[in-house]
């Protein structure tokens, strides 16, 4: 089962063996998003597009605090694979599917609870506000299917197996996208409709990911829940605590994201519209390089469990050499499309014209953003989780701090977007040294 790399040629090939069905299954993420937003967007009121987009906030509250299970489960079956622990692997799964479960009831316990803080945290008319509590509580149904996904996504990644999330992603997201289209256009819904075709799409997929585990991995499936006698357990503090500090990350992170769309709200529905338009730009960028993240988080876990530091420093710079052409590629095609794709995006003439006016920071966001996105893969994939969540802490100071010594605008908002993308980045690439690269991890 092991395979080992030589030569720069093969170890590209290697990693973009394991980042292209990443790629192709993330693409299919933002379509989803873009298909909502188009289908909302040419309706006859911007209130649908902010409904989806408020709705959307917390939810990636929700999801994306929860994610913390896909990355952890990554790292610690990465980590395991490459020390060709058979046992551990099946530990790891097993701790990640019991602490799924008691996350999904907490969840569904408090949902109303969760609802009536998010909304009443959020601006926005409302309008708006009504409908976006109509789609939360439809898409609130989906929540088992999601947070079992993720714990099944990180295993297979951890075992180098990406052609199994891809067909997954696809598959629930094609479903979603003609799902979507059938309420809204044939039923005449509103963002109800998006969100009930989230629902179906998402339990498709998760039944799809215990067939793959069933078919493809019998050895583990079989014997998940059987105990046997000296089997080797992980531990659970160092579970927990792998796990936590990917938690505080990406609840800093989606505070940021959560952040800028409130604060875009609070300019108004039009801005809100079109802050939420130009995202979708950064988000589709972000979903190609996780291609390359996620190939980072096996292969960083797998020789870092395997002890094989120099074959992981010559992981990293090969991956960061990737990045940095795909960001390349990406700041020309935005300054080249910009505006034709917002044009095919939505029909509301205010919302294309703001929308223009921002478009030079979409421009930058790719060279700004790719080495944040790649670090995070090789730290997850290492479980250098504490380096990881420390640098988050501080780039998020710079995101909040700017609008608040600053007179509020929009521009400053985007700014000080940019600068945490960079903070991000840079943080990363000077803890690696110590976090990442020394042998006695």
């Known amino acids: 089962m092991r395979r080992w790399i030589s030569g720069h040629r093969s170890l590209d090939r290697f990693i973009l063996g394991l980042a292209w069905p990443n790629i192709i299954s993330n693409l299919s993420v ?12 040419h309706l006859n009121s911007p209130v649908y597009i902010g409904a989806v987009a408020l709705g959307s ?20 079956t990465a980590i395991r694979f490459g020390a060709g622990d058979k046992q551990g692997i099946i530990s790891v799964l097993r701790t990640s599917i019991f602490t799924a479960l008691i996350l999904v009831f907490l969840l569904v316990v408090f949902r109303t609870l969760i609802s009536g803080v998010g909304f009443g945290l959020l601006g926005g008319g409302e309008e708006v506000k009504n409908y976006a509590r109509s789609y939360f509580d439809i898409r609130i149904m989906a929540a088992p299917a999601v947070v079992l996904q993720y714990v099944l996504q990180g ?92 938690f505080i990350r990406t609840i800093l992170l989606i505070s940021v994201l959560s952040a800028f769309t409130s604060w875009s709200a609070k300019q108004g529905d039009v801005i809100l519209a079109s802050n939420s338009l130009l995202l979708q730009f950064f988000y589709l960028f972000s979903y190609i390089t996780d291609g390359f993240a996620f190939a980072a988080e096996s292969l960083s876990g797998r020789f870092k469990g395997g002890k094989q530091i120099i074959r992981l420093r010559v992981v ?8 940095f052409i795909l960001a390349l590629f990406f700041s020309v095609f ?3 499309s910009g505006k034709i794709i ?21 421009w930058i966001i790719p060279l700004a953003s790719f080495a944040a996105f790649l670090w995070d893969g090789i730290y997850i994939g290492s479980t250098a989780t504490r380096a990881l969540r420390n640098v988050m802490i501080v780039s998020s100071i710079v995101f909040f701090v700017l609008p608040i ?3 509020p605008s929009n521009h400053v908002l985007w700014i000080a977007f940019v600068l945490f993308l960079l903070a991000r980045g840079l943080g990363l690439g000077l803890a690696s040294p110590k976090a990442i690269f020394l042998h006695n991890r």
């Not at 933002?30 to 967007?41: A, H, I, N, S, Y």
């Not at 659970?236 to 990917?246: H, R, S, T, V």
């Open 57 to 76: 906030v917390i939810f990636s509250f929700i999801y994306s605090g929860l994610a913390f299970l896909r990355m952890g489960t990554t790292g610690m």
């Open 334 to 336: 935005y300054y080249v």
């Open 155 to 246: 295993w297979f990644i951890g075992l180098q197996d990406s052609r199994s999330p891809i067909y997954v992603v696809i598959t629930e997201n094609v479903l979603n996208i003609l799902f979507n289209i059938f309420f809204v256009w044939s039923l005449n819904m509103r963002s109800d409709g998006v969100a009930l075709g989230t629902v179906i799409a998402r339990y498709a997929g998760l039944g799809l990911s215990l067939y793959f585990l069933k078919t493809k991995y019998p050895e583990y499936f079989f014997t998940l829940f059987m105990k046997f006698s000296g089997q080797q357990k992980i531990s659970i503090k160092k579970f927990l605590g792998i796990n936590l500090n990917l």
């Open 316 to 323: 990293v710079k090969r991956i960061l050499i990737f990045g």
């Open 30 to 41: 933002p379509l989803l998003g873009l298909v909502d937003l188009t289908m909302m967007g």
């Open 405 to 407: 010594i600053m007179k």
């Open 342 to 362: 917002i044009s095919l995006l939505t029909s509301q003439e205010k919302v294309r014209m703001i929308s223009y006016m921002y478009l030079p920071y979409i």
